[in-house]
């Protein structure tokens, strides 16, 4: 055998960890749309009215925001193809923004997550909801800036 053909341990090993790291990822996934699966099979409706925001019907209403969500689909792809060069227009720098963007897009679903369990609830303080409130404005502003904001600001988007 040649020194080519035989792999490095270091490599095998970080071949090894990715594959446990992506393991875990989709067992984390499965597990979430299992337990909403289970949750939705033996939870019993409320039967109270949802907001239909004004739509004639509910279908209307969840036909219009699968419209939304695929367009935001639509963006993240371009945005994604922005952020590793793949567009030729555009090209991006090496900064703390993507981190700053990143921690703050986690946040912002955890804060998102903490206010709708709180709501729900009726132990707590009353400072709790408007606490809880302003964590998702504030991390979402904070996504915002470092995403939205900053693309709009740092490109010439008229080229």
Request: net charge positive.
């Amino acid at each position: 055998m040649t020194a080519s053909t035989i792999a490095e341990p270091d490599a095998v090993e970080s071949r090894c960890s990715n594959h446990v790291a992506l393991l875990g990822l989709a067992a984390a996934g499965g597990a979430v749309a299992t337990a909403l699966g289970v949750y939705g099979r033996v939870h019993t409706p409320t039967g109270g009215q949802i907001a239909d925001l004004g739509f004639q019907t509910m279908k209307a209403m969840k036909s219009f925001l699968a419209n939304v969500a695929m367009g935001l689909v639509v963006v993240q792809i371009a945005s994604a193809l922005a952020m590793f060069g793949r567009l030729p227009l555009l090209t991006t720098t090496p900064k703390p923004r993507p981190l700053v963007h990143g921690l703050f897009g986690c946040a912002f679903y955890g804060a998102m997550t903490t206010k709708l369990l709180a709501l729900r609830s009726k132990r707590l303080p009353r400072w709790a909801i408007p606490v809880f409130g302003s964590l998702l404005v504030l991390t979402l502003t904070v996504a915002w800036l470092t995403s939205a904001l900053w693309f709009y600001t740092a490109f010439d988007i008229t080229r």
